[in-house]
């Protein structure tokens, strides 16, 4: 059964392929190229257009529950509309599919309004307060884990709670940013003195984001059956990380200046709700049960996953001189790839009283799959270095060169559902 899709007045939006059907309507902030106040409008993205906030002002009608949202929304204020209910966000997610819809029939003096993507310059959604990087996927976790403990990859808490560092939000970046080679100190075998350069095993981490919407206060923790209250939405995340750095300095405190040079995500808040049909039940690939209480709900278990497909192309600057493609050099899945569901990351972050606030990032961790070839980084696809990966020009690569441009992109696609898509999060490395 196919379900008809909801048609949209923005033509393109129609189009079976495109990532921003009336299906999906994403939140973004960006800015004019030809605005010299570089204000930041908050917007939707409904096909090749954007919806911007700024503009609406006397050309729509409001419904009284949501004058308070949309002011916000005019003035820019993401991370207060993102702590609204989800009562609200769900009737502004109701008004917007009437406006967009082909059946309003009065779209006349909205539709010169409305904003070209490939003509504006896009922004993080919203300010980060903080950003929590985690390890969700457990074939990640084995596939590393085997390169620096062959007997005992996993450690022995990985199956009991999901593990996590906190990361940098300062240095979060959008896609088309670009992103520079850090120089760091490492050493090149045991039992030599380090040194300091510039990296040469630069690496992506293929992640998704979880945006979250209403915080909670300080010492008080949000029990799985609430997580999901705070859930306001995705994007993709990738975790650069410069593993030679990463290598040297990790012992014994985790992630630091391996990591915290960028991460770039795809500029897109694509919602909880938009993501509602692609829901299902969560599973985990070793069938493992053994989970503590305050990390189970009958609801994670029945609709705790949600189906993701993500893919990495690699760009080489040989590539693009010579115009060829993007050569695709992996692709995953989120809910064959996590071992704790989006509930269980917020739930364990809080569960010792930890606040989080609205507009706070939470990495899932590197969504590798089971089978080697959907690793979500080159140090598993390249097998630590030692077999470097062959692109289809016949370059090779182990970590990724100067000029070299990583795209990730992420979408939903059921047989029964409308197609949405992410948009994608697409980065060059400069030197
Ligand atoms: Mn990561």
């Known amino acids: 059964m196919q379900t008809t899709k909801n048609l949209s007045w923005v033509t393109s939006a129609n189009d079976p392929n495109c990532d921003f059907p009336l299906e999906n309507l994403p939140w973004g902030s960006f800015c ?88 504006v310059k896009m922004l993080k959604p919203c300010f980060i307060h903080d950003y929590t990087d985690f ?19 996993l450690s022995p808490n990985y199956k009991w709670l999901p593990i996590a560092y906190h990361g940098r939000a300062s240095s979060i970046q959008v896609s088309g940013e670009k992103v520079k080679r850090p ?26 984001g979880v945006f979250i919407g209403a915080g909670n206060n300080l010492g008080e923790p949000i029990p799985m059956e609430q997580a999901e209250d705070h859930f306001f939405g995705m994007c993709i995340l990738n975790d650069w990380s410069a593993r030679d750095i990463q290598g040297w300095e990790g012992q014994p405190l985790g992630p630091f200046l391996g990591k915290n040079f960028s991460t770039t995500i795809s500029p897109w808040i694509v919602t909880k709700e938009a993501l509602a049909p692609f829901r299902k039940a969560w599973t985990r690939s070793d069938n493992n049960q053994e989970i503590l209480d305050y990390l189970q709900h009958p609801e994670n278990l ?66 590798s799959g089971i089978n080697p070839e959907n690793a979500g ?55």
Not at 394 to 418: H, K, M, T, W
């Open 32 to 119: 004019l190229a030809n605005d010299a106040s570089n204000r930041a409008r908050i917007g939707v993205a409904i096909g090749n257009k954007i919806l911007d906030f700024s503009t609406l002002e006397g050309l729509v009608d409001v419904p009284h529950p949501l004058q308070e949202a949309f002011l916000m929304l005019q003035n820019g204020q993401m991370n207060h509309y993102m702590n609204l209910s989800q009562e609200v966000h769900h009737g502004m997610r109701m008004w917007l599919t009437h406006l967009l819809s082909k059946s309003n029939t009065s779209f006349q003096e909205i539709e010169p309004k409305l904003v070209n993507q490939s003509e």
């Open 135 to 153: 390890y969700a996927s457990i074939h990640h976790a084995t596939s590393v884990g085997k390169m620096l403990r062959p007997d005992a990859p």
């Open 377 to 431: 980084s080159l140090l598993e696809l390249s097998q630590g270095g030692k077999k470097p990966i062959i692109l289809a020009n016949g370059q090779e690569r182990s970590f990724l060169e100067d000029g070299d441009e990583l795209i990730i992109r992420a979408y939903c696609q059921l047989p029964n559902q409308v197609r949405i898509g992410f948009g994608e999060c697409r980065n060059r490395i400069i030197s």
């Open 183 to 208: 120089s760091g100190q490492m050493r090149a075998s045991e039992g030599k003195p380090p040194y300091f350069r510039p990296s040469r095993r630069l690496d992506f981490e293929l992640e998704l």
């Open 302 to 367: 029945a609709n705790g996953a949600i189906e993701i497909h993500l893919e990495v192309d690699l760009e080489t600057a040989a590539m693009r001189e010579a115009g060829l493609p993007a050569y695709r050099i992996t692709q995953s899945e989120f809910s064959e790839a996590a071992y704790w569901t989006i509930a269980q990351l917020i739930t364990q972050h809080t569960s010792n009283g930890c606040n989080l606030q609205s507009g706070d990032l939470l990495g899932t961790g590197t969504l």
